[in-house]
Nanobody
Framework: QVQLVESGGGLVQPGGSLRLSCAAS????????MRWYRQAPGKERELVAG????????NYTDSVKGRFTISRDNAKNTVYLQMNSLKTEDTAVYYC?????????WGQGTQVTVSS
C-alpha cells in the first residue's frame, strides 16, 4: 500500500522556521521525483518545490527561493522541506507528491500557520 505521510507542520511566528518531512512507503522511493505543494484557503494548490529522483536537481517557486530548501534521503525514503524566514503568506496546507511517469501519489497534507 502506497503511503506518503507528512509531518512537522504547526504554528510559527513570522520569521520563524519549520522543517516538514514526508515519509514514503509502498513504492520505490528512489525512482520517483518528489515535490511539495501547498494550498491556502480560497486559493488553488501551487507547486512549492521539486527534487529529482537522486536529488541532483531542485526547483522552487519564486516566492520561496532563498528561504525554502527541499532535500531527500533515499536511504530513509523521506523528503524534507526546510522553511526559513516564514511569512504570513506561507500559511497553507502543505502536501507531499511523488511522480514516476504516469504514477502519481499524494500525501494527506500538514497544516502550516504563520501568525503572530
Amino acid at each position: 500500500q502506497v503511503q506518503l505521510v507528512e509531518s512537522g507542520g504547526g504554528l510559527v511566528q513570522p520569521g520563524g522556521s519549520l522543517r516538514l518531512s514526508c515519509a514514503a512507503s509502498g513504492f520505490t522511493f528512489s525512482s520517483y521525483a518528489m515535490r511539495w505543494y501547498r494550498q491556502a484557503p480560497g486559493k488553488e494548490r501551487e507547486l512549492v518545490a521539486g527534487i529529482t529522483a537522486f536529488g541532483s536537481r531542485t526547483n522552487y517557486t519564486d516566492s520561496v527561493k532563498g528561504r525554502f530548501t527541499i532535500s531527500r534521503d533515499n536511504a530513509k525514503n523521506t523528503v524534507y522541506l526546510q522553511m526559513n524566514s516564514l511569512k504570513t503568506e506561507d500559511t497553507a496546507v502543505y502536501y507531499c507528491y511523488a511522480q514516476l511517469g504516469h504514477l502519481r501519489y499524494w500525501g494527506q497534507g500538514t497544516q502550516v500557520t504563520v501568525s503572530s
